[in-house]
């Protein structure tokens, strides 16, 4: 109901506190108990003093009400109302309306009350001793001086006042009761949901913990004991090249997993971020078709794409996660896959009343083993595993979740349908935007260039990250020279005549000096041969937010560990082309 009324909504939503909320209904009830006593005030024709103070008494609700409400002063319009009602109104009117004799007794027991219900700290007690000690002096006073006391003119009239009193006060007690109870129970309802949501997370959490764990050690043991095996059987090649293709294969496989915790990681923070570019559908599926022809090859599995309903080819989208989207599901129709099976790729374009825009059915479909309609329900959950499948195959159980999270930002849902012992299929629906400009720059042939000579610093604390880097930029023909961290970096900078090192590789995450704070000590030198050297900032740290902050202390580039030494140096030809040799 509160939802729906604006008026209510407006007086006592969730935009005010419980103070504030009790002073508007008793402000409510009081204007109502009030008027009434007025109405019966003029009628009863009761003496002039008393009709005075009851239309006063009125006034000053609206006004208190004006001020709480319209000049959002719930506080000051609680100690103005208490102080006026209860130290001026209600003496008043204990001495024009009959005194005990008559419903003011109710009056001054509900203004005694208000200060406990509305009035923070300690200015309650404050208002409530000098209300209570002025009610006192002035019964004991008016039963020694009973002469100040104006007497109803009729028993009839003192009834009247009783019950008009006894039911004001009633309401008032009674709304204020029950809206305390009300909000009471709403928040034990709220607390009882908060705890079952962190009951719930505190369960997913250690779910993910368990499955993390075990998806973890699973490829952390092959690498631990194959790395074992080669090391008994160095003069063994072929048996020492197949224990490294297997260690090559787990690292593969413990990569993929960091990649997809930290996939999850960035959608659930909201940090995943859509970046539109002109890109080829064909070429996408194409390329992640590739990145899987291992394991079609090994399964001996047949592919079938199917573009004739391909009418738009380039199209403008996030082609990054558009891969990854693809790329998770179909090696999921790989891996259900039965040996020597047929996987069908097919895209189906439809129009929209938007020209611009063109939704997208990506379509893959297996012949494996399929779901049985219990685990369909659970399919795109985390970790999900249908352990009834009479297929085992390994994987982390994330890359449906983060397929269907990547659709949905794109704007986009995701279907399946599958029988069990007949094969999935699964559809992805994604609008994309057609380009107003078709034209595609051709990119300039890359040139194999010479990196021989060309001196470098490497800056890294672990000692194995350093070695191994070392020794394959030395394989390049570098001159490679290290730092344990930024402290002793600055040191081999400031000691090194001034264009020594042509380039920093840099870690970030460092004892003693970071990256960070190294890349500005450098930014800072006096030298421009030394504070405008290019800085490639090389760290394990994959957030959005720390390449941010990595570029705004100054680095050039920023690569993600572990080191992909194609990459690295596709950079850093980059960097070398811009300076010629002199």
């Known amino acids: 109901m509160l939802k729906k009324n604006r008026l209510l909504r407006r007086l006592f939503g969730e935009q005010y506190d419980i103070q504030h909320r009790l002073l508007n209904i008793i402000l409510l009830v009081g204007i109502l108990g009030v008027a009434f006593a007025c109405f019966i005030a003029v009628v009863m024709h009761q003496n002039p003093m008393t009709q005075i103070l009851s239309f006063t008494c009125l006034i000053l609700f609206f006004l208190i009400f004006w001020i709480a409400n319209t000049l959002k002063r719930s506080q000051l319009a609680i100690i103005v109302f208490s102080i006026l009602f209860n130290n001026f109104i209600l003496p008043s009117l204990f001495i024009s309306s009959g005194g005990i004799e008559g419903g003011m007794p109710l009056w001054c027991l509900l203004g005694f009350v208000f200060p406990f219900l509305l009035i923070k700290g300690r200015s309650c007690v404050v208002v409530f001793i000098i209300s209570i000690a002025e009610f006192i002096v002035l019964v004991i006073y008016s039963y020694y001086h009973p002469e100040i006391i104006m007497k109803m003119e009729s028993v009839k009239m003192v009834l009247m006042d009783m019950v008009i009193t006894m039911i004001a006060v009633v309401i008032i007690i009674a709304s204020i009761f029950r809206y305390q109870t009300h909000i009471y129970q709403k928040q034990q309802r709220t607390i009882i949901k908060t705890v079952r949501e962190a009951n719930e997370a505190i369960k997913q959490k250690q779910d993910f913990i368990s499955n993390i764990s075990h998806d973890i050690r699973t490829p952390m043991d092959s690498i631990i004991g194959f790395t074992e095996l080669a090391k008994k059987n160095m003069d063994n090649p072929e048996k020492l090249a197949d224990s490294l293709e297997k260690i090559s294969r787990a690292s593969d496989h413990l990569m993929n997993l960091v990649n997809e915790v930290l996939d999850i990681s960035k959608i659930d923070s909201g940090k995943s971020v859509v970046e539109e570019e002109m890109c080829s559908i064909h070429e996408i599926i194409d390329n992640v078709c590739q990145l899987l022809q291992n394991e079609i090859d090994n399964k001996k599995l047949t592919v079938d794409l199917d573009f004739s309903m391909l009418d738009e080819d380039v199209l403008s989208c996030d082609s990054l996660r558009l891969k990854q989207i693809l790329l998770n599901l179909i090696s999921n129709a790989v891996k259900y896959s039965y040996e020597g099976g047929r996987i069908q ?233 811009e300076n010629k040799r002199s």
């Open 345 to 577: 790729i097919s895209v189906i374009q439809l129009s929209t009343e938007d020209e611009s825009r063109i939704v997208n059915e990506f379509h893959i479909r297996d012949e494996g083993c399929g779901m049985t309609p219990e685990f369909m329900e659970h399919v795109f959950e985390p970790f999900a595993r249908d352990k009834s499948s009479p297929v085992s195959a390994e994987g982390t159980g994330l890359g449906l979740t983060i397929a269907k999270s990547l659709v949905e930002i794109m704007g986009g849902t995701i279907e399946v349908v599958s029988e069990l012992g007949k094969g999935s299929e699964f559809t992805a629906i994604i609008p994309l935007s057609i380009p107003q400009l078709t034209e595609i720059e051709e990119e300039q042939d890359i040139i194999i260039y010479d990196f021989k000579g060309r001196r470098v610093l490497v800056v890294d604390d672990n000692q194995l990250n350093r070695e191994i880097l070392v020794e394959a930029m030395r394989e390049e023909g570098f001159v490679v020279d290290e730092a344990i961290d930024g402290s002793f970096a600055i040191e081999k900078l400031r000691d090194s005549e001034p264009g020594t090192y042509e380039l920093v590789i840099l870690d970030l995450q460092m004892p003693v000096m970071d990256g960070y704070e190294t890349t500005r000590i450098i930014r800072n030198f006096q030298n421009p041969k030394v504070s405008e050297i290019p800085i490639v900032a090389l760290t394990a740290d994959a957030l959005p937010e720390e390449k941010s902050r990595a570029f705004n202390c100054g680095v050039n580039a920023y690569l993600v560990k572990p080191v992909d030494m194609p990459s690295l140096l596709k950079v850093l030809m980059l960097f070398f082309r």
